[in-house]
C-alpha cells in the first residue's frame, strides 16, 4: 500500500530545493563581494540532502531529537526552517547578510531552531555522540524524568568523515556504549576539490560494524530496484555496482544522451539489458539512473522507519548525487558552481514559480495549499517549537568550602583538595559538578573528587583491585550516580563533551556545572573543539595543569607557551591564572556561577565584562609549591581577583617601577620587590590573576569614552592611576610576555615585559628560570633597565 505522506513530502521536498538554490541564488546577487566559491558549496550540497532533510524534518523527527547538520546544507536547514514558519522571509533574503540567516547553521545567531552548530566539519557529528551521553547522564542521574528520550543525528559529507575527531569520538562511543545516535553519511563521492576514492564505503561500513554500530546502506532507489527486476536488470546492477564513482558522476552531469552513449558502449548488443536501456527515452534514462537511494523518498522513509525501535547506534550510508535535480549535479567542480541566470530562469520554469513570487511558500505546488499546510500541522516534528529548554540556576554559596591548606602548596593541588571538599560538604551545588579528563584523572589532582564521587557508568562496577583488597589510594567504582566521566586521552574529545555537557541546561532541562582538566600545552591539540564549543555558547570550567616552564622536567613538548594568549583571544571564555590557593577558590566560586549566567544580553559596551551574560571559564594553573600568604579574604580582595588584578604591595606616591605578575612566577616577583626595595624607590608590586579580564575592561573602556561616555574607567586604569608618569612596569609571567607587554599602553608607561617565547627544555626550575630571564636576578636587571638610578645593590652580574 502506498504511503499517504509520499504526495506532501514530494511536493515539500521540490520546496526545499526551490528555496534553498533561490536563497543562495538571491544572496548571491544581493552581494557583489560575496564569495560565489563558498555559496556555490552550499547549492549543490543542499541540493544533495534535500530529501533526507525532507524525510527528516516532515516526517521521521520527534520533539525531543537534536539535529547537527552538515555546514554546507544550511541553506536547506534554513528552507525547512521557513517552512515550518520558525524562519523569516527576511532573513532568507538576507541569507549571509548581517543580521541574516547564517551561512552554516548557528545556535547563537540562528536561534533556537538550530540545536548544534556547524561550520567546522566534524565537530558537529562529533557533539551528537557526545550528547547522547550526556542525554544518558542525566537520566541516570534521575533528572528530566518527563522529557522523552531523544535521539541525536548528524548529517554528514562523506569527506567530512576525513576527518579524526569523529573516529576519536567512534571509539569513546563504543566505550561508553553509546545508545540513540543515528550518523547519516551523504555519500555524494564528493568532497570540496575532488571524486571519493573507490572502496571508501566498504571501510566505512566495516569500521562501523567493529564498533557495534548497525549500518544501513541506501544505495538504490525504487527506480531502479524495479529496473533490476526486468529481465536484463541484474547486469544493469552490475554495471553500476563496477562503475567508478568518477565515471557515475560525470555521467550524472551529462544527461541522458552520455548515460545512453555510454550504457550502449558498454553493454550494448547483449539482449535484455540492451533492451531495458533502449526502451528509455534520454529523460527517462537519465531519471533512473540518478535514482539512488538517498534521493528516493520511500527508500528513505523505510530505512528510518527500520531503525525507529532499536537503540543501537545506527550509521546510514546513503548514497546521494551533489547538486541533485539541479545543472550542475554530479560536476566535480559543483562546489564552486552557481546557478546562471538561463539555468536559474529554466529551473525557475520547472518549479512553475512566477516572478515575484519566489518566497511564496506554495508557489508552484502540484496540492493544494491547505493540503499541504494541513499536513505540516501535524508533523511529529512539528508538535514542541521549543528546542532551547532551560534549567533553574544552582545557587553556589558566597564562599565554597574550604579545604584545610598547608603552607606550602601548588595551585593544581589546591584546586583537588577544594573540589574534595566541595564533593565532601554536601552542598547541593556538588550534585551538579560533573568533571571529566582525557585520561590524566589522577595526573590532575582529580582524585580525591572521583574517590567520593565515582565514576559515571549506566552500569555499576566495582574497582577490581579494591574487590580484591589490594592497597591503591585511588577508587574507581563506576555507578549510573557517579560524577565523574573518564575519557581516553584525546582532548578534541574532552572539548567536545564539555560542550555537549555545558549545553544540558538548553539540550535537555537539566543544569549541570561541568568542570574538565587536562595539561594545559594540551589545549592546543582540541583548539578547535573549544572554540566550537564557546561558539555555541556552551557553559564549563577548564582547568589546565601544569603549565609552563614551571614543569621544568618535562622539556619543550609539556610546557605551554602561548596559552594565556588563547585564554585572552578566545570569545566567551574567562581566562585567569592565579598565583596562591585562596585566589583560586575565588575564581572557582566565580566560575560556578559566571556559568549559569543568561546568555541573552549583547554584551555590554559599557564594561565590556560579559559578566552579565556569563561564559566558561580557564583557569592556568601549575603544580609549583608556592608559601602560601596568610590573610583573609575580604569582599574587596575577592572582587579585585575577579576583575583582574590587585595590589599585593601598593605603590608608593613616588614609584620608578613596578612589577606586574601573573601566576606561579610569585616568588620571583616578591624577590625581587625585596631586593629592590632599597634602591629604587616606592616600588610596587601588581599581582594580575586575569590578563584576560583586565585587557577586556580596559578595551571596554576606551570604546565606551569614544562613544561618548567620558568617566568610563576601566579597573587596570583605576589601579594604574596613582603612579608617576616615569614610572617603569616590568611584567612577569611564566607564558608568552605579549599577555602583560600591553599594560605599559594603559597609561603610557614605559614597560618591559618577560616571559617565555622559545620552547622550553629540561632543567632544573631555576635553571630554566635563569634560561628564560624570568628568575629574580632577571626581573630585577628589567627594573634596573627601565628605572635607572643607582646600581641595585643585591644584583650578581648575569
Ligand atoms: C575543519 C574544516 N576544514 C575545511 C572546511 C572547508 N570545507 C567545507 S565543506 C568541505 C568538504 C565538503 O565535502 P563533503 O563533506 O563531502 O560535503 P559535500 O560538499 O559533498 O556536500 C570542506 C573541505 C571546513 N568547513 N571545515
Ligand atoms: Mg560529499
Redesign the pocket.
Known amino acids: 500500500m502506498s504511503d499517504v505522506r509520499l504526495p506532501a513530502l514530494a511536493e515539500l521536498e521540490k520546496k526545499v530545493l526551490w528555496l534553498a538554490s533561490w536563497t543562495i541564488h538571491n544572496a548571491n546577487h544581493l552581494r557583489d563581494n560575496d564569495d560565489g566559491l563558498k555559496v556555490g558549496?552550499h547549492q549543490?550540497?543542499s541540493a544533495?540532502?534535500a530529501t533526507i532533510l525532507t524525510a527528516l524534518y516532515f516526517a521521521v523527527l520527534k520533539p525531543e531529537d537534536r539535529v547537527a547538520v552538515?555546514?554546507?546544507?544550511g541553506p536547506a536547514f534554513h528552507a525547512i526552517q521557513y517552512l515550518l514558519g520558525r524562519q523569516s522571509r527576511e532573513k532568507l533574503i538576507n541569507f549571509r547578510g548581517y543580521k541574516g540567516a547564517q551561512s552554516y547553521p548557528s545556535r547563537t545567531k540562528d536561534g533556537e531552531m538550530v540545536d548544534f552548530s556547524t561550520?567546522?566539519?566534524?565537530l558537529g557529528v562529533a557533539q551528537t555522540l557526545f550528547a547522547s551521553l550526556v542525554q544518558d547522564y542525566v537520566q541516570a542521574h534521575g533528572w528530566a524524568k518527563d522529557r522523552a528520550t531523544g535521539r541525536m543525528i548528524a548529517l554528514?559529507?562523506?569527506?567530512?568523515m576525513d576527518?579524526g575527531n569523529i573516529f576519536e569520538a567512534l571509539l569513546e562511543g563504543w566505550k561508553q556504549g553509546v545508545e540513540n545516535l543515528w550518523w547519516i553519511i551523504?555519500y555524494?563521492r564528493?568532497?570540496?576539490?575532488a571524486i571519493a576514492r573507490e572502496g571508501l564505503i566498504s571501510r566505512l561500513e566495516a569500521l562501523f560494524r567493529a564498533f557495534g554500530w548497525e549500518v544501513v546502506v541506501l544505495k538504490y532507489g525504487t527506480l531502479l530496484q524495479s529496473a533490476f527486476a526486468e529481465p536484463g536488470g541484474e547486469k544493469l546492477r552490475a554495471w553500476i555496482d563496477a562503475c567508478p564513482n568518477s565515471l557515475y558522476s560525470s555521467l550524472l552531469f551529462q544527461g541522458g544522451a552520455a548515460w545512453r552513449k555510454r550504457l550502449n558502449d558498454e553493454l550494448g548488443d547483449q539482449g535484455p539489458v540492451s533492451a531495458l536501456i533502449a526502451k528509455r527515452n534520454d529523460d527517462e534514462l537519465a531519471k533512473l539512473m540518478s535514482d539512488l537511494g538517498g534521493h528516493d523518498m520511500p527508500t528513505v522513509l523505510d530505512a528510518f522507519e527500520s531503525r525507529a525501535n532499536d537503540k543501537r547506534p545506527t550509521v546510514f550510508i546513503a548514497y546521494t548525487v551533489?547538486g541533485f535535480g539541479l545543472p550542475l549535479q554530479g560536476h566535480k567542480d559543483n562546489?564552486a558552481g552557481l546557478m546562471t541566470e538561463t539555468q536559474m530562469a529554466a529551473f525557475r520554469a520547472a518549479n512553475g514559480v512566477r516572478e515575484g513570487h519566489e518566497w511564496d511558500k506554495f508557489e508552484g505546488a502540484g496540492l493544494p495549499e491547505e493540503q499541504i499546510e494541513d499536513f505540516l500541522k501535524q508533523v511529529p516534528f512539528a508538535q514542541d517549537p521549543k528546542r532551547k529548554l532551560n534549567a533553574p540556576i544552582v545557587p553556589i554559596p558566597e564562599v565554597l568550602p574550604q579545604p584545610k591548606t598547608e603552607s606550602l602548596m601548588s595551585t593544581q593541588q589546591g584546586f583537588g583538595l577544594i573540589l574534595a571538599e566541595i564533593a565532601r560538604s554536601g552542598e547541593a551545588f556538588a550534585d551538579r559538578i560533573v568533571t571529566t579528563s582525557p585520561d590524566v584523572t589522577v595526573s590532575t589532582n582529580l582524585g580525591g573528587w572521583v574517590n567520593r564521587r565515582k565514576l559515571f557508568a549506566r552500569q555499576q562496577s566495582k574497582d577490581t583491585f579494591r574487590a580484591e583488597k589490594i592497597p591503591s589510594t585511588y577508587v574507581w567504582d563506576f555507578a549510573p550516580e557517579g560524577q565523574h566521566m573518564e575519557l581516553g586521552i584525546a582532548e578534541m574529545n574532552l572539548f567536545i563533551l564539555l560542550s555537549a555537557l555545558g549545553l544540558s541546561h538548553q539540550l535537555f532541562g537539566t543544569r549541570l556545572l561541568p568542570v574538565g582538566t587536562l595539561y594545559d600545552p594540551f589545549i592546543a591539540r582540541g583548539l578547535?573543539a573549544l572554540n566550537y564549543a564557546c561558539y555555541q555558547d556552551s557553559r564549563f570550567l577548564l582547568v589546565a595543569t601544569p603549565s609552563g616552564i614551571t614543569l621544568s622536567g618535562e622539556g619543550g613538548a609539556h610546557q605551554s607557551i602561548g596559552t594565556p594568549l588563547i585564554g585572552m583571544a578566545q570569545d566567551g571564555l574567562a581566562a585567569f591564572e592565579p598565583a596562591f590557593v585562596d585566589e583560586l577558590s575565588v575564581m572557582m566560586r566565580f566560575a560556578f556561577d559566571y556559568m549559569q549566567r543568561s546568555g541573552d544580553a549583547e554584551p555590554d559596551a559599557r564594561s565590556w565584562l560579559r559578566d552579565a551574560t556569563g561564559g566558561s571559564v580557564y583557569l592556568r594553573l601549575s603544580t609549583r609549591p608556592l608559601e602560601q600568604p596568610r590573610r583573609a579574604m575580604t569582599p574587596e580582595r575577592s572582587q579585585a581577583i575577579v576583575d583582574g588584578a590587585y595590589w599585593l604591595r601598593a605603590p608608593g606616591p613616588n614609584a620608578e617601577a613596578i612589577i606586574a605578575y601573573s601566576g606561579a612566577v610569585a616568588p620571583e616577583a616578591i624577590a625581587a620587590i625585596g631586593r629592590l626595595a632599597e634602591d629604587r624607590k616606592d616600588i610596587g608590586l601588581l599581582a594580575v590573576t586575569s590578563a584576560d579580564r583586565l585587557n577586556a575592561g580596559w578595551t571596554a573602556a576606551q570604546r565606551a569614552r569614544e562613544s561618548g561616555l567620558a568617566h568610563a574607567t576601566s579597573h587596570i586604569e583605576r589601579l594604574l592611576a596613582p603612579l608617576p608618569r616615569h614610572c617603569g612596569i616590568v611584567t612577569v609571567l611564566d607564558g608568552h610576555p605579549a599577555t602583560l607587554g600591553w599594560l605599559g599602553a594603559v597609561l603610557g608607561h614605559h614597560t618591559r615585559s618577560l616571559g617565555v617565547e622559545h620552547f622550553g627544555q629540561t632543567g632544573s626550575l631555576a635553571e630554566l628560570y635563569r634560561h628564560y630571564g624570568i628568575d629574580s636576578d632577571g626581573i630585577v636587571a628589567a627594573v634596573e633597565a627601565i628605572a635607572p638610578g643607582r646600581p641595585v645593590r643585591h644584583l650578581r652580574s648575569l
Not at 561550520?119 to 566534524?122: D, L, P, R
Not at 554528514?156 to 567530512?160: C, Q
Open positions: 558549496g549543490a550540497s544533495s540532502l552538515k555546514p554546507h546544507a561550520g567546522s566539519v566534524g554528514i559529507g562523506d569527506a567530512e576527518e551523504d555524494n564528493q568532497s570540496l576539490d551533489k562546489h578547535d
